[in-house]
């Protein structure tokens, strides 16, 4: 599998804590399974760790709106 973003042609299959910003505050979601580029540090994500991160980023985003 190749990188999508910058066509590295070795992705890494692991656990990584991904950082995510918003609005000038940043939170980090941890332990985020997924292929990831070495060279870009792009993440290729799968559906069951895609829905996992997206209702983390909307929940962080929800709390810096109420902020």
Do not use: H, S
Not at 18 to 37: G, H, K, L, N, S
Not at 41 to 59: D, S, W, Y
Request: hydrophobic letters at 35%; a negative charge.
């Amino acid at each position: 599998m190749k990188c999508t973003v910058c066509g590295n042609p070795e992705l890494v299959r692991e656990k990584r804590d991904m950082p995510f910003a918003y609005r000038e505050q940043t939170t980090v979601i941890t332990e985020v399974e997924a292929d990831w580029c070495n060279a870009c540090g792009e993440a290729l994500i799968g559906p069951e760790q895609g829905e996992r991160v997206m209702t983390a980023i909307k929940r962080f985003r929800q709390q810096v709106e109420a902020g």
